[in-house]
């Protein structure tokens, strides 16, 4: 049951998170020039972002360099590690949409927050359950 449980952290949360802090550093900052309005802010993470997308990208080349010597990544593993990262990747460049300032309403800004959530968690719970059934297997 263990076993498991480190597999699905290894094959789909880390692959998402990494791929959110490096999408979110990729993207860069999509404020208007003459932008005030924002919808959330994370100065924390505009002064360092580079650098968690820097240990994120550094965090999912250990983890595949590891996973793949040790003969644990099989194909099914592989298509569900990508699907991950692809959702982490999405919520990245959601974030930068939402934290971007803009002169008015940020209608996309908002559209994202009230989608994506329930979208990216519904995707990676069954991400998740199949990477589960799948060490079952």
């Known amino acids: 049951m263990m076993a498991g449980t480190i597999r699905v952290v290894r094959v789909v949360l880390l692959p998402c998170t990494a791929a959110l802090f490096v999408a979110w550093w ?54 569900i590690t990508v699907a991950a990262a692809v959702v982490g990747g999405a919520a990245g460049c959601a974030a930068r949409v939402i934290t971007a300032k803009t002169a008015g309403a940020n209608i996309g800004g908002g559209l994202l927050l009230f989608v994506m959530p329930p979208v990216m968690a519904a995707t990676l719970a069954v991400l998740a359950y199949r990477a589960f059934l799948q060490e079952r297997r």
């Open 26 to 79: 990729l993207a860069g900052d999509r404020s208007e020039r003459d932008g005030y309005a924002t919808i959330i802010e994370f100065p924390f993470l505009e002064h360092h972002a580079g650098w968690f997308g820097f240990i994120g990208l550094m965090a999912a080349v250990v983890v595949a360099t590891d996973v793949s010597r040790a003969g644990v990544m099989r194909r099914r593993f592989a298509l």
